[in-house]
Nanobody
């Protein structure tokens, strides 16, 4: 059974930084994509940053140059470094893993990020 667990959210002041951590356990195959999504109250879930199965990082325009995604495939872990956070970054952040072998998504339970003074 595959489990995806996020950690690292919290409350931070505008301009501050947070690091999110995601770990997947169970069999997801050797080829997979991973990414971070977020959902603010009253809004749809949106992609924040992802790493494709070819290892290419992609970012939403709103976070490019502020957020950095990285992954350790051997450990099945994904990180999101968030700098210069803004109040509009406030949301529940979800880690996603897409398995190329099983051709399905796995989601974590989400971690709250609140940017407020």
């Amino acid at each position: 059974q595959v489990q995806v667990v996020e950690s690292g959210g919290g409350l931070v002041q505008p301009g501050g930084s947070l690091n999110l951590f995601c770990a997947a356990s169970g069999s997801i195959g050797t080829t997979y994509a991973t990414g971070w999504y977020r959902q603010a109250p009253g809004k749809q879930r949106e992609m924040v940053a992802e790493i494709t199965t070819r290892g290419t990082p992609n970012y939403a325009d709103s976070v490019r140059d502020r957020f950095t995604i990285s992954a350790d495939n051997a450990k099945k872990t994904t990180y999101l470094q968030m700098n210069n956070l803004k109040p509009e970054d406030t949301a529940v952040y979800y880690c996603n893993v897409w398995s190329a072998f099983f051709r399905r998504d796995y989601w974590g339970q989400g971690t709250q990020v609140t940017v407020s003074s």
